[in-house]
């Protein structure tokens, strides 16, 4: 073995149970997602309200998390992951529940929302993301990868589960079973084992002292606004979200546009799923072994390619299916990407403040797409312009995080307690 496949083997013997804790921790903070579809319909049918009035609750969560996501990262590179982390699973893990004592009142419902947007934000990726980047160097793109995999952990788990409870008890008693079967595993997890440098507790022998505990390298908050490789990792990463959040809800509708099936849209909407995680893990892998940057535009490309398929000349039952799956692929490193290449980029001293920045770029992505999405077919009556838009956008994002130079040396630039760290490449 090479020293960089021990270096990966001894990471993982050391880190697992945190892995772990970081996948079961990204799958509690996507629960509600994957729920919210299920109680529509019994929702609308106790309190006579509209689609739009159950779904109101949902989007005001999400777009809490735009504004307050740096704040929240700054609280963790003062505090750490672990005392945010541990009371924040608790009462994300409550608001949940509290979502089951709806009266009826519109204005209750929206406050029990507020309640659980502003509780989620301890519980957001950023917090499992920046514990297991600290933990992990040569092994740290495959970590990311596996972490990020509790969504779609979530997704499969979920909506069947809900399903059954629901009908089975009510949609009352759903939301209260989902939220004590994700928090009550990730909360004493967490408990046990989650742990930054900031905890007494080192992830790494390596790390053990507290001289490498209290100096973290990487870019001071004013450097990381000057670096120009920082906002064409951003700019990418809202671009390609913005598509890949379109795509994901108005996949089936597209699909049916396209003369398939709803049955068979369905089953093509949950094969895009199992790219996605399948795209993930390939991704890490290869992340460990050549340029990020450079794999991460080579599936925006892929991306621009498969959305061609889809245009009328190009369109068939076969081209729709590839596109689809490439897209589900594509789509599920996006996020990984920009974890991945943040903490490349941008060390680990400030990562809580940057990757705050980033995660309200993820956030706000997710609440604009689909919207533009329904407006372009508002406006055209169909998904065309959506897909010929969806192409130099792809190849755009592609060119932003093609080249974005050396990594820099972080393990080198603190040899020594105090030393500034260097600045990664403009």
């Known amino acids: 073995m090479s020293p960089t496949q021990i270096e990966r083997a001894a990471e993982w013997r050391a880190n697992w149970p945190l892995v772990l804790t970081a996948f079961v921790g ?33 989007s005001l969560a999400t777009m809490l998390a735009i504004p307050l996501s ?34 009826g009142s519109p204005v209750q419902w929206l406050a029990l929302w507020i309640f659980y947007g502003l509780a989620a934000l301890m519980i957001k990726p950023t917090i499992w993301t920046i514990a297991v980047t600290g933990a992990f160097t040569a092994g740290r793109s495959l970590a990311i990868s596996v972490i990020l995999c ?48 900031h905890d007494a507790k080192p992830l790494r022998a390596a790390d053990s002292s507290p ?30 979200l913005l598509l890949a ?32 995680v399948i795209g993930k893990l390939i991704t890490g892998w290869m992340m460990e072994r050549w340029d990020a940057g450079l794999v991460g535009s080579a599936t925006n490309f892929a991306t621009a390619l498969a959305m061609v398929l889809l245009l009328e000349p190009f369109r068939s039952p076969a081209t729709i299916v590839c596109s689809i799956m490439v897209v589900g692929y594509a789509g599920g490193t996006k996020l990984q990407l920009c974890v991945y290449l943040t903490g490349i980029y941008a060390g680990m001293r400030n990562y809580g403040k940057i990757f705050g920045v980033m995660a309200s770029i993820v956030a706000a992505s997710g609440g ?25 956008a792809s190849l755009v994002s592609a060119l932003m995080i093609l080249r974005l130079g050396p990594y820099p040396e972080w393990s080198k630039a603190l040899e020594a307690r105090g030393k500034r760290p260097a600045a990664a490449p403009a």
Not at 152 to 169: E, K
Not at 370 to 385: H, S, T
């Open 26 to 58: 990204l799958s509690l903070t996507s629960v509600v997602i994957y729920s919210t579809g299920l109680v529509i319909a019994p929702i609308e049918q106790e309190f006579g309200w509209s689609r739009t009035q159950v779904t109101a609750g949902t």
């Open 70 to 103: 740096p704040f929240v990262g700054a609280l963790i590179d003062r505090l750490g992951v672990r005392k945010l982390a541990l009371p924040g699973t608790v009462i994300a893990s409550i608001s949940i529940a509290a979502i089951a004592f709806a009266n």
């Open 150 to 197: 509790g969504t779609a952990f979530a997704g499969i788990a979920v909506p069947p589960l809900m399903q059954w409870v629901t009908d089975s008890y009510g949609w009352r008693e759903g939301v209260i079973t989902i939220a004590v079967l994700w928090g009550v595993p990730a909360l004493l997890l967490s408990y046990f084992f989650l742990f930054d440098a």
């Open 211 to 240: 001289e490498a505990r209290a100096a973290l390298p990487g870019l001071s908050v004013a450097e990381a606004v000057r670096s120009l490789t920082l906002w064409r990792i951003g700019i990418a990463t809202l671009i390609m």
């Open 245 to 276: 959040s379109c795509l994901l809800v108005h996949q089936v509708p597209m699909l049916t546009d396209f003369g398939i099936t709803r049955h068979d849209a369905a089953w093509l909407a949950s094969l895009v799923g199992v790219a996605g």
């Open 368 to 392: 604009i797409g689909p919207v533009i999405g329904g407006a372009f077919y508002d406006a055209f009556g169909g998904y065309n312009e959506v897909i010929m838009t969806a192409i130099p």
